[in-house]
Structures are given as structure tokens and as C-alpha cells.
């Protein structure tokens, strides 16, 4: 195709056009995506509506006070805690995921968890926290509050149970008494099971312990259980 006399230094012309077209294009698409993002975070006017975050429960509660000494609000999630938990794996939440939803005001999930339950407090997360936080505290004020508001998780009963009459034994007896606290954990999970099997589930295993003298049939007791007492009176007070 001819362009004429002036051919040459026209297409000359239209070249050199070519690379200022495509800065043009270029920088029509930057201002385009800047007023997007301005508009973004364009400051609040009449026209424009203010997103806030979810506020925290942050009022004062029981389970805040009895929180405060683990130091729960300066946990940073390293997952230092869950790493050498020897549980998380069959837990509905991992340790460092029960403080983040207390950091974020969801108490009533932490409080109706199976993890709660499951923690053995064998205390490694709370010796390997960076932050010093009492991540074994926080299980045993979650498991406290939950039992007193009736939101223990329906699956872990068995547990609860165990718990209580054991808690209770030494309560009693200022030491454990193997043969009452079997008698009393299973009279306490008999209405949850409803079955009769679950009573002499382990009563097999009973000669066998006894043969290598791992159970006594009569329990002995601490001289000073009034101390003992008190000592469970003074943590029911929270002093």
C-alpha cells in the first residue's frame, strides 16, 4: 500500500506513536486501580459508610478474673503450645486456637469444647510458651466455669465424671483410695451410660492389680484432712 509522498515520514511518524500509546494505556489503568483503592479507604463523609470490627466482650466476668493471672491477652499464636501438645491431633481445637477465641470474645466455644477435656495438663505448652502464658491454667479456669454454667460438652461426661469423684476422694481422704473412687466414678457415669456392662467394664483387671500390689482394697488416709479441706475451700473462694 502506498502512502503517498509523505509515505516515509508517516509511517515514521505512526512508529513512534506506537510506544507513547502504550504508556497512555499504561497509566490510564494505574489511576484507575489508585481511585479504587482510594476509594477504599476514602475518609468518612456522608456518602460513605464506616466498617468497624467486631467489638471484644470485654466487660468483666467470672471467667475474665479467674483468666487473669495466665496472661492470656499476650499470646502472639507462635503455635509453640500446639506443637507439643500430645493431644491436639484428637481434639476439636488446638490450645492455641482456645486462646484465640477467648482473645476474641467467643467464650461460649471455649467453654462447650472436648479439647478442654481431653488436655491431660501435662503442662508442656505452658513450659514452652515464649510469652509465659499459662495455657494449662486457662484449661483448668475453662473446665471450672464450664462445669458451674452447665456447658460441658455432652460427649465428654465420662470425663467430667472421673473428674469429680476424683477430686471429691481427695477431698475426703487427703489422698486417692483406688477402691472409692472406682465405686464413686462409676455411680456418678451409671445415668449417662445406662448400661450395666459399664459397671464391671474393668473388674477383670482387679486380680492382676492386686497380684502385683498396684491396688489396695483398704485405703488409707492423711492425718491433716482438715488442711486438705481447706485448701479445696479456699480455691472454691478464688482466694
Request: glycine share 6%; proline share 5%; net charge positive.
Amino acid at each position: 500500500m502506498s502512502l503517498g509522498q509523505y509515505g516515509s515520514r508517516l509511517l515514521h511518524f505512526l512508529v513512534s506513536l506506537s510506544p507513547v500509546r502504550t504508556f497512555t494505556t499504561g497509566l490510564c489503568r494505574m489511576l484507575c486501580a489508585a481511585k479504587r483503592h482510594a476509594n477504599a479507604y476514602a475518609i468518612r463523609t456522608e456518602n460513605t459508610v464506616p466498617v468497624e470490627p467486631p467489638a471484644l466482650d470485654t466487660r468483666p466476668s467470672e471467667l475474665t478474673e479467674i483468666l487473669a493471672p495466665t496472661r492470656w491477652t499476650d499470646c502472639y499464636q507462635c503455635g509453640k503450645c500446639t506443637a507439643g501438645c500430645p493431644v491436639a491431633n484428637g481434639a476439636d481445637m488446638a490450645p492455641n486456637q482456645i486462646v484465640r477465641a477467648l482473645q476474641l470474645g467467643n467464650f461460649e466455644n471455649a467453654l462447650a469444647s472436648d479439647a478442654i477435656w481431653t488436655c491431660v495438663s501435662c503442662q508442656t505448652c505452658s513450659a514452652r510458651c515464649p510469652q509465659s502464658v499459662d495455657c494449662a491454667g486457662i484449661m483448668d479456669a475453662l473446665r471450672e466455669v464450664s462445669l458451674r454454667r452447665g456447658l460441658a460438652s455432652p460427649a465428654q461426661k465420662r470425663v467430667v465424671a472421673f473428674q469429680q469423684a476424683f477430686l471429691e476422694n481427695i477431698r475426703r481422704n487427703g489422698r486417692l483410695d483406688e477402691i472409692e473412687l472406682i465405686a464413686e466414678f462409676k455411680l456418678r457415669a451409671l445415668p449417662h451410660e445406662r448400661s450395666l456392662r459399664f459397671l464391671f467394664q474393668d473388674a477383670g483387671l482387679a486380680p492382676q492389680l492386686q497380684k502385683r500390689r498396684k491396688l489396695h482394697l483398704r485405703g488409707k488416709k492423711v492425718e491433716e484432712r482438715v488442711l486438705v479441706r481447706r485448701i479445696f475451700e479456699r480455691c472454691a473462694n478464688g482466694k
